[in-house]
């Protein structure tokens, strides 16, 4: 179902609030059992579009968490990625030595995770690991899996619970597929 439009493109319901609040809840419980939670760990939150998907995430933990953001970019205002990644924002606290969850909006091409994990990993983490709301496989260009995938989803442009189009739709309940033209 049609409900609004973008920059003239309509918009049409691809998953629905309800459905990803299950799912982040579910996420958050199986997350938690792999974590072995000696000290609180640090969720890392990639922002922009992941900001609202890592506060509801850790909303569900029933353990104390640090939360840090690392803003990146590698789409500016276009619905494609531009394959090369711009740290914005670094990360303001340590993570030598400590547990990490990488939190990420989408999983499209690969090329963002695999840079930010690597370039994380340089940090010395104890453990890494990548949650993602949305997985796009079919569209992937490095050979790269999320440890916790929310949903899988065709290779289509997406909007909406965090996610963007040129800054437009993050504040959108649920996940709108935008339409080709």
Sequence with gaps: MVVMEIKGRKLSLLIKEEDIKRRVKELAREI???FSLKEPPVVVGLLKGAFVFTADLVRHFDFHVHVDFLWVSSYGSSMESSGSIKIVKDL???????DVL???DILDTGLTLKEIKEFLSLKSPRTLKTCVLLDKR?????????DYVGFQVPDMFLVGYGLDWAELGRNLRGIYAVASS
């Design 32 to 34: 938690a059992d792999d």
């Design 92 to 98: 303001d606290c340590e993570i030598e030595g400590r």
């Design 102 to 104: 990488l939190v990420d």
């Design 138 to 146: 079919e569209n992937r260009k490095v050979d790269i899996e999320a």
